[in-house]
């Protein structure tokens, strides 16, 4: 095929992909896959093609296929980056985003483009670098300035992260992802605040603003740290009522999706022989203590904090071949009734292990883990659980004074969170009894209140010798890419026990609810 039959071939192919013909389109991209100028644009277009039409197997082949190919256009390299983050083949797109073309890319927003992509995925080391070249590139739009707050925030660099929320909110005023994270950035007081701005902000939003939510979040947070109880609630239910009309949530499915996993069971589970680093999952509700725990066991020489991996899901579903969000849902669970364990559990780890850098043990520490607990368990036998237990009415307050990207949907109304975490507590009830001594439930309170000897016996659990220091995280370096990201640089500290009941009076339905079906 000449150069010139190449062009006219990829032209052709886009115009029946573009008339819906995918079939012709797919044939012709597999032609022009021959030809070495053309292999990576062609491989993205037969992935995409896949995964339109559900078949991730196919579709995570092509995307590795696509970057293995002899490729330097930037923006090519950028899109193949981003299709590897959306099939889990995180390794492969880190690799490839640090690739020489894409780090001398001299397109801002090629930079701008990868940074955020693996800021997305939780490498804000990373990410700042990109963001740092876009901004020097010339790059100044509200959003670069935005992405480059939240990797300074999740570096500990508060001064940095102030600056970068201020520049975004100069461009564009109403940013409320920006608003939002200031709000978070230091607790508010009579004498600095964001109130009057805020409040601005509100009135200035047109109607159905889709930022609305963070920034009714923002005022509450300034709100509560102020003490002013009845402004602070208005704000939050404003945020809860905001948020939910933008989100899917169906009690009824949850049910059926966790009385499916209380069908998953201990009995025949594959054994995977792998000598390499062990996981150690971390889970529970969010807001539970989690990324606390990890900051502790960050502290031993031989564990590495992986941080909130997504990886399991990925990894199901591709057994399964289904496409879909990394969360179970009722045909997923359908389908991995009959899955390969042997080969989950090899692909998990396959996956992973890059992640412990050469030490003994990694932390998955993605709290809704929680739901995979028992093909995990199945999956791979020498993992062990973290399980954070922390008082239903503080870890359900948590929960509704935050806003989620993109997780967590029944967390914005009072009914449905305490709908959540009764099933929750079920589920738990029923992993502890399936896969007896496997999990080791690690109470909120002890853990800020007693926190050395709670964690000498996480250490045991894990046989782990005892490192002094190991529960001083408040000098801790190293990236922290959670909604904790402010609280995890200060010391181990008490004062959000009992948090809800500055609120107990509003919080009597989510009380009730509780009480009610326990």
């Known amino acids: 095929m000449t150069t010139d039959d190449a062009l006219a071939t990829w032209q052709a192919a886009e115009q029946l992909r573009a008339r819906g013909q995918a079939v012709q389109a797919g044939e012709a991209y597999t032609r022009l896959a021959t030809h070495p100028d053309w292999v990576a644009p062609a491989r993205l277009r037969l992935a995409q093609g896949a995964l339109d039409r559900g078949d991730l197997r196919e579709g995570v082949a092509q995307a590795l296929l696509a970057r293995d190919a002899d490729e330097s256009d930037p923006v090519v390299l950028e899109a193949i980056v981003d299709l590897l983050c959306q099939v889990g083949e995180l390794e492969a797109a880190l690799a490839l985003a640090q690739s020489p073309p894409l780090v001398e890319a001299p397109d801002p927003a090629v930079q701008l483009g990868v940074g955020q992509r693996l800021q997305a995925q939780s490498f804000p080391v990373q990410a700042q670098a990109f963001l740092k070249r876009a901004r020097k590139l010339g790059a100044d739009s509200p959003e670069l300035h935005y992405q480059q707050g939240l990797s300074a925030l999740y570096a500990g660099e508060h001064d940095a992260a102030e600056a970068a929320f201020e520049a975004c909110l100069a461009r564009q005023p109403l940013h409320g992802g920006a608003h939002r994270q200031l709000a978070k950035l230091c607790r508010a007081t009579p004498d600095k605040n964001h109130v009057s701005r805020l409040r601005a902000a509100l009135a200035a939003m047109p109607a159905d603003y889709p930022d609305a939510p963070p920034l009714h979040y923002a005022l509450f947070k300034e709100l509560d740290d102020l003490g002013d109880i009845d402004a602070a609630w208005q704000a939050l239910e404003a945020g809860m009522r905001a948020r939910r009309q933008q989100v899917a949530f169906d009690p009824a499915q949850e049910q059926a999706v966790f009385d499916r996993l209380m069908q998953v069971d201990g009995q025949g589970a594959a054994a995977v022989a792998d000598d390499g680093p062990a996981p150690v999952f971390i889970l529970g509700q969010p807001r539970s203590g989690t990324t606390l725990l990890e900051r502790i066991l960050a502290g031993a020489d031989d564990v ?105 949907p029944h967390s914005y109304d009072q009914i449905e969170m305490a709908g959540h975490l009764r099933r929750y507590q079920a589920l738990m009830a029923h992993w502890h009894a399936a896969f007896p001594g496997r999990i080791l439930d690690v109470p909120y309170d002890a853990l800020v209140t007693e926190t050395e000897a709670t964690a000498r016996r996480v250490f045991a659990f894990l046989d782990l010798p005892w490192q002094p220091g190991a529960a001083d995280i408040a000098g801790r370096t190293g990236a922290v890419a959670t909604a904790s990201a402010v609280q995890l640089r200060e010391p181990v500290h008490a004062r959000f026990l009992g948090q809800w009941r500055r609120y107990e009076t509003r919080l009597q339905p989510m009380q009730q609810a509780l009480s009610l079906e326990s």
């Open 304 to 408: 590495a904090d992986a941080g909130e991996l997504r990886d399991f899901g990925f990894q199901v579903r591709w057994c399964c071949n289904r496409m879909g969000r990394p969360g179970p849902d009722l045909a997923l669970l359908e389908a991995a009734a009959n899955i390969d364990e042997a080969e989950l559990g090899r692909r998990y780890l396959s996956h992973t292990q890059w992640h412990a850098g050469g030490k003994r043990l990694y932390t998955d520490k993605l709290p809704a883990n929680f739901l995979w607990l028992g093909h995990i368990a199945r999956a791979l036998p020498q993992a062990r659980f973290l399980h954070l237990v922390r008082d239903p009415m503080d870890v359900g307050f948590s929960n509704l004074k935050e806003l989620f990207a993109d997780a967590y």
